[in-house]
């Protein structure tokens, strides 16, 4: 499992608080700044898209290659919704799902707005869990 990989996208989540008002809605810069996530309602969860991805060395345009889905391998990887199902629960955001594009793995998770601002998103396997720090940017 290579949860490090997550930082392309910033796709580890963690018990969400946002804000004083718990509202993770915003977008964010992931950790590694190698990405925006935008979170907005979604039925009635939250959920995260990927609403930009800065350049690669080479410059190629980063696409869901490993998904298990061989017909979605070949989607730009920029609209991808890799945060889904979160419910509020004691002040954070349980219960979701996170996605990692660079492996094509989905994980259990949760978020939590932390008191300097930073949202703390933790994705888990089974009890090996691992977390990473997002700034708002808007």
């Not at 963690?14 to 915003?26: F, T």
């Not at 996170?98 to 978020?111: A, C, F, M, N, Q």
Request: hydrophobic share 40%.
């Amino acid at each position: 499992m290579r949860l490090a990989s997550l930082a392309l996208l910033g796709v580890v989540a963690s018990c969400g608080v946002a804000r004083a008002d718990n509202d993770v809605q915003g977008v964010w810069l992931t950790e590694g700044g190698k990405a925006h996530v935008r979170i907005a309602p979604c039925g009635g969860d939250m959920c995260g898209t990927v609403a930009h991805v800065f350049a690669n060395p080479a410059g190629d345009a980063a696409r869901d290659s490993h998904n298990p889905d061989p017909k979605l391998r070949s989607r730009p990887v920029v609209g991808v919704q890799v945060l889904t199902h979160f419910k509020p629960e004691n002040g954070a955001w349980t219960g979701g799902r996170v996605y990692d594009p660079e492996e094509g793995k989905s994980y259990t998770g949760s978020l939590q707005v932390q008191p300097n601002g930073m949202l703390k998103l933790t994705a888990c396997l089974s009890i090996l869990c691992q977390s990473e720090l997002w700034r708002r940017v808007k």
